[in-house]
């Protein structure tokens, strides 16, 4: 919820998906729904934000192209975690900034932590023991992300649920 406050350290907003994944609208459509409804969203820069702000992107098969029986092991869905604010001078952090159209740098936010649904290690395996070594940091990662902040994100909550390699 907005707090309608703007004091460093306080909850400002908080948004949690509850739309089904199948009848989610686009991020980009989500994002521009939100800044309407919340329109000092848009005032915000990544620097005014606390090292815990982050979001989560749930990535779900729409189609497959092409389609076939090869493909069996792409049918996971996965959610990344990423912060949101800029890191501090001299923290070289997961971000970079990459240069874009018309000299504009973009910020290319690499994830910090990772879960899946559906998810069949054979595909990682193919990227040896350092991807798998990866994978599992990066949902170590989200699973102790939440805990610190005292999280029960619907998402996760599901992911979690419903892959038997998550449960712990």
Known sequence: PWRGEKKPGYLQFEFFE???PCIRVPLFDKISELTGAFPALRSLRSIDLLPSSWMSVAWYPIYRIPTGPTLRDLD???LTYHTLSTPLPGNTGLEQHVP??????????QPFGFASYKFRGTFWNSAGS???QFVTSLQRSAELWLKQLHVQ????????SHSPTFRH
Do not use: I, Q
């Open 130 to 132: 350092l991807g798998c």
């Open 18 to 20: 509850k739309s089904a």
């Open 100 to 109: 874009g159209a018309g000299g504009v740098h973009k910020l290319f936010l």
């Open 76 to 78: 996971a869905c996965f």
């Open 153 to 160: 994100h619907p998402d996760y909550e599901y992911f979690l």
